[in-house]
């Protein structure tokens, strides 16, 4: 099984940055990739980044350019920098790997 453990969510003003973290246990995120997602209440979950096995990114268009993944691999944990953040970023993010076993996710919500 799984676990993952995702922190450094707050509220935040528009404009501002919020560095969420998400610590795995289980899988190694060295051989995994990792995907950021999202969901905002009323609304489906959405993909939002993901960072491979070889550290290699991608990003949803609605965060290119404002967001970016990164990972420790001695921790096991990948990281989101969110930059310029936006009304719309407000949502509950999660890791996961393979949409399984889900973590509690950490609550972003931007507003002045």
């Known amino acids: 099984q799984v676990q993952y453990v995702e922190s450094g969510g707050g509220l935040v003003q528009p404009g501002g940055t919020l560095r969420l973290s998400c610590a795995v246990s289980g899988r190694l995120v060295s051989q995994n990739a990792v995907v950021w997602y999202r969901q905002a209440p009323g609304k489906q979950r959405e993909w939002v980044a993901m960072?491979?096995?070889?550290?290699?990114?991608d990003y949803a268009d609605f965060v290119t350019g404002r967001f970016t993944a990164s990972r420790k691999i001695a921790q096991n944990t990948v990281f989101l920098q969110m930059n310029k953040l936006k009304p719309e970023d407000t949502a509950t993010y999660y890791c996961n790997i393979g949409m399984t076993d889900w973590g509690p996710g950490t609550q972003v919500t931007v507003s002045s």
């Open positions: 960072i491979d096995s070889s550290g290699v990114v």
